[in-house]
């Protein structure tokens, strides 16, 4: 059934069995004597009430996008009626009576399509139009005076003001996602959950651990002469591989070099990926994350493998300045004469993860395991990075004032080790959603190739995604309700209104290619959502609307609330912790704008005072301790101020006001 056209529910049935029905209740009339000597004989669309006789809808004027048809209701039917047909009919209508509770349920129509503003898609822009073809919404490429449904930025949540609908960006991402940022939260699990977070290589920040990173290296070598290690640098604002080199010694002089010029981070580089075709290669797998209160993560069942075009050899000295051996950057190797462009899934220098899954499942490897590793992995590193990003939301749409809500489809971009262990390279709050390739006539000249592999990946994944967060979705559901589910008996079977199957709207489309992996397998990774707790204290306590850093006085309110001051930590003592952490803290931000405790330093100060108030457990134990502690002292101050509210007004004064 073609899209915009009126759902052809059984209106046609209706008609012609409300006809037969009618006419055969003039028959048993004529039969039985009913009808008066010499008087007119009247129809049964004559005698039915005014109010449900079918009427022609007014034309009326409508917005572009804005799809709307006439519906009709069902002719009534007789009293009487004697033949299967009407008996049927007669059970359906008391049926929908009885479901809508009013009388005959009106035929639904279509439902207007979805409005798509495209006008910030930037390079996904494509990928976008082809999705919303196949969906058959509405797109607008140039924006809209109306308010739309769904706004797809191509860069950041800011990319013009929205107070409605739903944006494909969250406020924080960006910024989430960079490099130190990245390093800092992973850290954090790190030392709360050593073993589980054990996917993202040992890492430094430049140029605040130089000195931390030097005595670490020389501590490693001087206990193991035969550690020869090489570590890997990435500036902290670069992508597409720019500034990215390996060194084998932190007193290597470009080292120094990075320090003068921008931060950066140094890791240990990993020296045995697993090879194919003896070439090095990393996986671009999608994630999106629907929503963060509650917390929902899908991940795209195929993604997309970029190999280097040299074969790949572990570093030495004499191969540390090979990029297209060691670096898998599709920006990168692109530039490389031995550059293999395919348009088959599982050839050319990058094919589909699917298509090296199926490789190594042909060699024995065990698939299973190794989605599972992966799928954990990205579970991992979302709970890392919503604490964060929620006190990024709740600044940028505090609760009760209007704006958005969000998804975001995020890159996440992961190495397979030689014994496949997957491991977190970095993540990407905008991958590349192009689905074509420069091609490269001559010298200086340019012609842009579609490609086959790339369109077979990021346009099912910009689609679905659009399925899942489709907000006339529930409505679609409820339209595409079969009405012979209403009967169970065998002799209503023969009548049929299902009509044509692939009447709903998505029947035309595959499968959704997007597997919930959150809450789904939330029981085995809840534990780990401590940090996700301390963010929620963090942010009760902040005061002011808006604003993302907590002051002396939120700090000292948590302490006392919180029931934590005692004889060996008094108040002084606070003030002064408060102050030595942010101090230092703000001094590595690079953000400014705000004076005051940043979340992870007030996650430093709340394991300082973890460790204090509980000895002689793991750091994460004595964490989950605290955290129990003061939510429950807050739940009772919860309860009493709830409790004296309700007791104000018995007594005939208002209630007292809060202070946050």
Not at 99 to 107: Q, T
Not at 289 to 296: I, Q, V
């Amino acid at each position: 059934m073609r899209r915009g056209s009126p759902v052809r529910e059984p209106a046609a049935e209706w008609e012609a069995a409300g006809a037969a029905a009618a006419a055969e209740a003039r028959a048993a009339g004529e039969q039985a004597g009913a009808g008066a000597a010499g008087e007119p004989e009247r129809s049964a669309r004559d005698e039915q009430p005014k109010a449900l006789a079918p009427s022609r809808a007014r034309p009326r004027a409508t917005e572009e996008g804005d799809v709307r048809v006439s519906r009709r209701l069902p002719p009534a039917l007789p009293l009487a009626p004697s033949t299967p047909a009407a008996q049927f009919f007669c059970q359906l209508a008391k049926a929908r009576a009885r479901g809508s509770g009013r009388g005959y349920r009106r035929n639904s129509g279509p439902l207007r399509p979805v409005t798509v503003d495209s006008s910030k898609a930037r390079t996904s822009l494509d990928a976008l139009k082809i999705s919303l073809r196949q969906l058959r919404w509405k797109e607008f490429p140039f924006g809209r005076r109306l308010p739309c449904d769904i706004y797809w930025h191509g860069v950041s949540f800011h990319d013009s003001d929205i107070l409605s609908g739903q944006v494909n960006k969250f406020p924080g991402m960006t910024e989430m996602v960079r490099k130190i940022t990245l390093s800092r939260a992973l850290r954090i699990m790190q030392n709360l959950f050593p073993e589980e977070y054990n996917f993202y290589p040992r890492s430094w920040i430049l140029p605040d651990e130089f000195q931390l990173f030097v005595s670490q290296v020389r501590t490693v070598k001087d206990g193991d002469p035969t550690w020869k290690p090489t570590f890997i640098v990435k500036p902290d604002g670069g992508c597409q591989g720019d500034g990215i080199y390996l060194i084998k010694d932190p007193s290597d002089t470009r080292l120094t070099g990075t320090l003068q010029s921008r931060p950066a981070v140094v890791q240990e580089y990993i020296r045995k990926p697993l090879l194919i075709d003896k070439l090095k290669f990393d996986i671009r797998l999608y994630v999106l994350l629907k929503s963060l209160e509650p917390l929902e993560i899908y991940i795209a069942k195929d993604g997309l493998t970029r190999f280097c075009t040299e074969p790949y050899q572990e570093p030495n000295p004499h191969n540390l300045h090979h990029i297209f051996m060691h670096l898998t950057n599709y920006s990168l190797n692109i530039h490389s004469g031995k550059f293999v462009h395919s348009d088959c899934a599982s050839t050319g220098s990058k094919r589909t993860f699917s298509s090296i899954l199926c490789r190594l499942s042909s060699k024995g490897v065990d698939i299973r395991k190794v989605w599972s590793d992966i799928i954990s992995l990205v579970i991992k590193t979302v709970i890392a990075l919503t604490p964060e990003l929620k006190v990024f939301y709740q600044s940028d749409i505090p609760t009760g004032r209007p704006g958005p809500t969000c998804f975001q489809i995020l890159g996440f971009d992961i190495l397979l080790m030689k014994n496949l262990k997957p491991m977190l390279l970095e993540v990407n709050a905008n991958p590349s959603m192009r689905i074509e390739h420069e091609y490269e006539l001559s010298p200086g000249v340019f012609e842009n190739i579609p490609s086959m592999v790339d369109e077979e990946v990021k346009v099912a994944v910009i689609r679905d995604t659009l399925r899942l967060i489709d907000p006339l979705k529930k409505k679609k559901e409820i339209q595409s309700q079969q009405p012979e589910k209403l009967f169970t008996s065998k002799e209503n079977l023969d009548y049929d209104l299902s009509g044509d199957p692939n009447s709903s709207p998505d029947a035309h489309l595959p499968s959704i290619c997007l597997k919930q992996v959150f809450p789904k397998y939330a029981k085995q990774f809840n534990y780990l959502r401590l940090v996700d707790r301390m963010a929620n204290l963090f942010i009760r306590f902040l005061g002011i609307k808006g604003t993302m850093k907590l002051g002396p006085t939120g700090f000292r309110t948590f302490i006392r609330n919180c029931k934590l001051s005692s004889s060996s930590l008094s108040m002084a003592a606070v003030d002064i912790l408060y102050i030595d952490i942010t101090r230092r803290w703000n001094s590595m931000t690079l953000n400014q704008r705000e004076s005051g405790m940043c979340l992870q330093a007030f996650v430093e100060a709340f394991f300082f005072l973890a460790q204090r108030k509980f000895k002689m457990q793991p750091l994460h134990e004595q964490v989950a301790s605290l955290i129990d502690l003061c939510e429950y002292h807050l739940s009772l101050l919860d309860e009493k101020r709830l409790g004296s509210r309700l007791a104000w007004p018995i007594l005939g004064h208002p209630p007292p006001s809060t202070s946050w």
